[in-house]
């Protein structure tokens, strides 16, 4: 089951509409994954969470991001991680996808409607037998302990 499609965006991201304290910052960090940049002792990001109204540019920003840092942009399609066939299925499903994250980084990972994937998160016992509390548990875990610096 592929998780991943790699993007390569043609557009810049001065074709992003307004937002120009985030584009200054992107430009600024754009050298942060470089070795002069390790030797200097400059911190990389470490992630990013753009949210923000439908139509907003929150996608473009990821895309031309990926460009502008020259960063493979990897999507990963919850709607493919979830897996109703066997229990624990979704949960081993999450745990590839970002195990092979972490193989590829440098990268930027990018989860669209992040706020759907675990829309459940809270009640989802009985809706889906709690399938969407242990993704949005086993997520939240990774982001805290994973130990690949540039994912």
Do not use: H
């Not at 991680?81 to 970002?98: T, W």
């Amino acid at each position: 089951m592929a998780f991943w499609s790699l993007s390569s965006e043609d557009e810049t991201i001065d074709a992003v509409g307004e937002l120009e304290e985030l584009k200054r910052w992107l430009k600024q960090r754009s050298n942060a994954f470089t070795e002069r940049a390790r030797e200097y002792g400059l911190p990389q990001p470490k992630g990013m969470l753009i949210l923000g109204v439908p139509g907003c540019g929150k996608s473009l920003i990821a895309k031309t991001t990926s460009r502008l840092w020259g960063l493979p942009l990897l999507r990963l399609d919850m709607g493919r991680v979830y897996d109703g066939s066997m229990v624990g299925r979704s949960e081993a499903n999450l745990r590839n996808a970002l195990k092979t994250a972490e193989s590829i980084s440098p990268a930027i990972l990018f989860i669209d409607e992040l706020d759907k994937s675990f829309a459940g998160s809270t009640g989802s016992s009985d809706s889906d037998g709690g399938t969407s509390s242990r993704i949005f548990g086993s997520f939240l875990t990774w982001m805290q302990e994973k130990t690949s610096r540039y994912l």
